[in-house]
């Protein structure tokens, strides 16, 4: 529990030079930063999504990263990722996430990329 506070406070502390450094005009700084924040965090979701593809709530962590960042064949692999892992039959509660994630996908597609006709 004490690694996860101060990985938080870490990261905390790198978005607050990431804003200073934006403000003092240095973007290119503030981007590395950005971009090494973003890195750790695919990195621990990832982690969590070997250990249990079916937890779906770090699937949704991952998808939000991604989406902040904006790279939409990024988006839309973590997005087919976890759709390919099917729940199994009889548990009511992963089916739920699943197809919320689904829709969430269907709405991804049609609403920012605006790909109705993709397959």
């Not at 502390?13 to 973003?38: H, N, Q």
Request: net charge negative.
């Amino acid at each position: 529990m004490s690694k996860l506070a101060d990985d938080e406070e870490a990261e905390q502390l790198f978005v607050a030079f990431t804003e200073f450094e934006e403000g003092c005009k240095e973007i290119e700084r503030a981007r590395g930063i950005e971009g090494a924040i973003v890195g750790k965090r695919r990195a621990q979701y990832e982690d969590e999504v070997w250990k249990n593809p079916l937890h779906y709530d770090s699937w949704f962590d991952n998808i939000r990263l991604e989406e902040s960042v904006g790279n939409k064949d990024r988006i839309r692999g973590v997005y087919e990722r976890p759709i390919a892992n099917v729940p199994p039959a009889e548990d009511k509660l992963y089916w739920q996430r699943y197809i919320y994630l689904w829709i969430n996908y269907a709405l991804y597609e049609e609403l920012v990329v605006k790909d109705m006709a993709r397959d």
